[in-house]
């Protein structure tokens, strides 16, 4: 007999906000479950409405915790470039500017913002910031007190940051005192935020992909908890791709240098220039980032030079970890591994797909799957690798010639990732997301033509329904937020937004 999840998906929503559907109704089943045992669904409902610990046990399950220091740099450089110095020009001397780090997961966000600052201000740090972080998870937030973080962590950082705030002990990185206590955690519900009354408000929240797990009625219920937390010039920043989805109307919404973000009173007519923060570039979609020039995190120092792409064989033409369900005495099927991957639950992912690699070694879907977890792990080559094989047996793989084509703009190859994404874009014309990425590629080479073109022809794909072509790995791009880009990239009077941001 299946499980009806409608009253524990009540109850969830209720409590904390989390809503879930999709994959994530399948991981609320699972985890459910896994909790219950052999428990009648009714008596463990009546024992979770009444039982808190066990409640929090289950949403520990339920929340994706999939982050990395400096995820989406560029935000870090809005911070110490502009949102900071803008503050600092309106606080008293001695007035520390206060920094809150909503959903802040097992810590790697709060520390980055610290290390960013460090970086800018040095010593003063301390005396001129309070970073605070938060996250309903316990579990998590007993992690990120501890500041041990694993090779997976940095796999956007370079070995001068590590070498300034990490030592190593026992095959982890360790965080520096400093930086460590430069953050103060608490568990923290979004919903039911409580802190303590006599807490100074807040001039900047950071609450990056974290929205995802709420409809637009807890969104706006979440802004408006923040909204009373902040500072009355204060800054609220959003993870790149959820941006628009949380233009709700409690906060003003600001474009920077092709960087969004949104404040509490109406932004300044004349922004803050900031030459260090590079003109926008549409990102991998993996990290969801709509709006950037390089690959979604810090940039890795000493990367290997890069090679001459991979001629395509024969062509004519060019999201809080859960251990998988998946028992390991039967072999995994695609669509689970699918799912991970979809999920960003690469660590989850990577084994099942070996797992049907290794029984079916030339299955391009898996062949697909493990290169796009490579290429998210900033394994570049083996990416690279891995989609010229499966060009070798499919020479007509769109998704193929989308991965190589990301791969290398991550690694900063413009006109081998030019040359990939034409090839996918002629081969399957109404792949909109290659003819995104091309835009932005061309953007930023200074040729403003062809971007211009590129755009009208994604807002003309956009205007039906087109199919990308791309099958087996995520798109990861949400066609009204790339409509809207397009539009305002074009000076035309953007589409409304729906409300759901999709």
Not at 84 to 98: C, D, K, N, Q, T
Request: proline letters at 7%; aromatic letters at 8%; hydrophobic letters at 40%.
């Amino acid at each position: 007999m299946s499980l009806d999840l409608a009253p524990f998906k009540r109850l969830i929503r209720q409590r904390c906000g989390l809503v879930f559907e999709g994959v994530g109704e399948r991981r609320l089943a699972t985890v459910l479950s896994e909790r219950m045992g052999s428990s009648d669904a009714q008596h463990y409902l009546v024992q979770l409405e009444a039982d808190t610990d066990e409640f929090g046990k289950v949403v520990n399950q339920l929340t994706i915790n999939e982050t990395y220091f400096f995820r989406e740099m560029e935000q870090f450089d809005l911070l110490t470039d502009v949102l900071v110095p803008r503050l600092m020009s309106r606080r008293p001397p001695g007035v520390p500017i206060r920094i809150l780090s909503a959903g802040c997961s097992s810590g790697e966000e709060p520390y980055s913002i610290a290390m960013a600052l460090f970086d800018r201000f040095g010593e003063n740090t301390l005396q001129r910031f309070k970073i605070v972080a938060g996250d309903i998870d316990s579990t998590v937030i007993a992690r990120a007190r501890e500041a041990r973080y694993s090779e997976f962590s940095f796999r956007s950082v370079g070995q001068g940051l590590r070498s300034r705030y990490f030592r190593v002990e026992h095959n982890a990185h360790v965080l520096t005192d400093a930086v460590r206590n430069a953050v103060e955690f608490h568990e923290l519900n979004l919903l039911h935020p409580a802190f303590a009354p006599t807490m100074p408000a807040f001039d900047i929240v950071f609450m990056r992909n974290v929205s995802i797990y709420f409809d637009v009625p807890i969104r706006l219920e979440i802004q408006r908890n923040l909204a009373a937390m902040m500072s009355g010039d204060g800054y609220l920043v959003t993870g790149m791709t959820e941006t628009l989805a949380n233009d709700l109307g409690v906060f003003s919404l600001v474009e920077d240098g092709g960087l969004y973000y949104f404040c509490r009173q109406a932004p300044q007519p004349a922004p803050m220039s900031r030459a260090s923060i590079r003109s926008a570039t549409p990102d991998h979609p993996a990290h969801r980032a709509l709006t950037k020039s390089q690959p979604p995190s810090h940039r890795l120092h000493g990367e290997p030079a890069a090679k001459t792409h991979r001629p395509v064989p024969g062509a004519a033409v060019p999201t809080l970890s859960l251990v998988s369900p998946v028992a390991p005495a039967r072999l995994p099927t695609l669509e689970e591994a699918r799912a991970l991957v979809h999920d960003e639950r690469y660590d989850d992912a990577s084994p099942l797909v070996q797992k049907l690699l290794s029984a079916q070694p030339h299955n391009n879907d898996a062949r697909l799957l493990q290169a796009y977890i490579h290429l998210n792990r900033r394994n570049f080559e083996l990416a690279l690798d891995g989609c010229s094989d499966v060009l070798a047996a499919d020479a007509w793989s769109v998704d193929a010639l989308f991965v190589m084509g990301l791969a290398e703009k991550w690694r900063e190859q413009s006109a081998a990732a030019i040359a990939w994404f034409k090839k996918a874009a002629y081969l399957h014309q109404q792949c909109w997301p290659a003819h995104f990425y091309l835009a932005g590629l061309y953007s930023a080479q200074g040729d403003h033509a062809a971007a211009g073109r590129a755009h009208r022809v994604v807002l003309r794909l956009l205007a039906g329904v087109p199919d990308p072509g791309i099958r087996v790995v995520p798109v990861g791009l949400r066609p009204a937020e790339v409509r809207f880009l397009c539009e305002r990239r074009l000076n035309v009077v953007p589409t409304p937004m729906p409300m759901g941001g999709s």
